[in-house]
């Protein structure tokens, strides 16, 4: 058995907890649409679930636009494939940093835009 007279075992934990509180990290997402309807963002967001069920996809509002970006990527390559599929239905459809859901975070797939 080790023993940690430091104290540095409480500031590991301290962190995990931070950590688990902070639901987001940077990462990247596919923006498929980027307009001031919000009808066409409504529209498009409603589309793309019909056709891909199972990815997440987020609708936000900043001022003037309205955003629907696809997916949690950590990094470019591993947005890659999806980037291809999705272009073939969206073909303005571009990677964007954005802050991402962390891994195992199990909340509703929607952010909401702002009214």
Excluded: W
């Excluded at 891909?52 to 996809?57: A, E, K, L, T, V």
Aim: glycine share 6%; proline share 4%; charged share 30%.
């Amino acid at each position: 058995m080790i023993m940690d007279h430091s104290g540095v075992q409480k500031f590991i934990e301290s962190h995990k907890m931070i950590v688990k509180r902070k639901p987001f990290s940077e990462g990247f997402r596919i923006q498929i649409y980027n307009g001031n309807n919000r009808e066409d963002a409504n529209r498009i967001k409603s589309e793309f679930y019909g056709k891909f069920p199972g990815m997440r996809c987020y609708l936000t509002y900043m001022q003037p636009y309205y955003k629907v970006r696809i997916g949690d990527y950590v990094d470019q390559e591993s947005a890659r494939g999806d980037l291809k599929k999705l272009a073939r239905f969206y073909p303005s459809s571009f990677l964007v940093p954005d802050q991402i859901r962390r891994i195992g975070d199990n909340e509703d797939k929607d952010t909401k835009a702002s009214k």
